[in-house]
T-cell receptor, first 109, second 121 residues
Framework: GIQVEQSPPDLILQEGANSTLRCNFS?????LQWFHQNPWGQLINLFYIPSGTKQNGRLSATTVATERYSLLYISSSQTTDSGVYFC???????????FGQGTRLTINP | GAVVSQHPSRVICKSGTSVKIECRSL??????MFWYRQFPKKSLMLMAT?????????EQGVEKDKFLINHASLTLSTLTVTSAHPEDSSFYIC?????????????????FGPGTRLTVL
């Protein structure tokens, strides 16, 4: 099956810092989504981005499908950005998302 | 748009009992719903995929007789954990997609419910 690797596994930053989270995947994909899992377990959709670049406020994402990676950028981090960020992909021909192991982000005041 | 609800949010039950978890798409018709399981500090693992009106497709290693899935309508799927044991304690999360778009979503974008925390004593 398709492999999804996220890096780094853990990231601790001070409020106001910028960060880049990476997601590598091993096959062509139909779908790539970035999620933020809050402390209560809810997965919040950040981006649907099988290719290209999108921005939403302080967050942006870029997927280079030909090179099989995606990046999530968080600028001017706030303590509320803390949590686990997951990348998930749907391989072409499949009907399901495969999740990476996540990046645990901690933003200290 | 694209809101998925789950009920209950938390359940504690005795070993040997059955527990039913409901997943509803509130503002779109979900052609496909998915059930995941998540252990503490781990990623999500897909348990099964269900399409409305047909039998669920289970992932390898998931006992279909233990985890009964019913997708009776385009807005409701249920997961029943039968004869629950302490090792079934986990966080169960459903998701839904409206393939082809719907509720303002992209073609095959998945939206997740808030999860159900099951504790089996």
């Amino acid at each position: 099956g398709i492999q999804v690797e996220q890096s780094p596994p853990d990231l601790i930053l001070q409020e106001g810092a910028n960060s880049t989270l990476r997601c590598n995947f091993s096959d062509s994909v139909n779908n790539l989504q970035w999620f933020h899992q809050n402390p209560w377990g809810q997965l919040i959709n950040l981006f649907y981005i099988p290719s290209g670049t999108k921005q939403n406020g302080r967050l942006s994402a870029t997927t280079v499908a030909t090179e099989r990676y995606s990046l999530l950028y968080i600028s001017s981090s706030q303590t509320t950005d803390s949590g686990v960020y997951f990348c998930a992909v749907e391989r072409r021909g499949a009907q399901k998302l495969v999740f990476g192991q996540g990046t645990r982000l901690t933003i200290n005041p | 748009g694209a809101v998925v609800s789950q009920h209950p949010s938390r359940v504690i039950c005795k070993s040997g009992t059955s527990v039913k978890i409901e997943c509803r798409s509130l503002d779109f018709q979900a052609t496909t719903m998915f059930w995941y399981r998540q252990f503490p500090k781990k990623s999500l693992m897909l348990m099964a995929t269900s399409n409305e009106g047909s039998k669920a497709t289970y992932e390898q290693g998931v006992e279909k007789d233990k985890f009964l899935i019913n997708h009776a309508s385009l807005t409701l799927s249920t997961l029943t954990v039968t004869s629950a044991h302490p090792e079934d304690s986990s966080f169960y999360i459903c998701s839904a997609t409206a393939r082809g778009g719907g509720g303002g979503s992209s073609y095959n974008e998945q939206f997740f419910g808030p999860g159900t925390r099951l504790t089996v004593l």
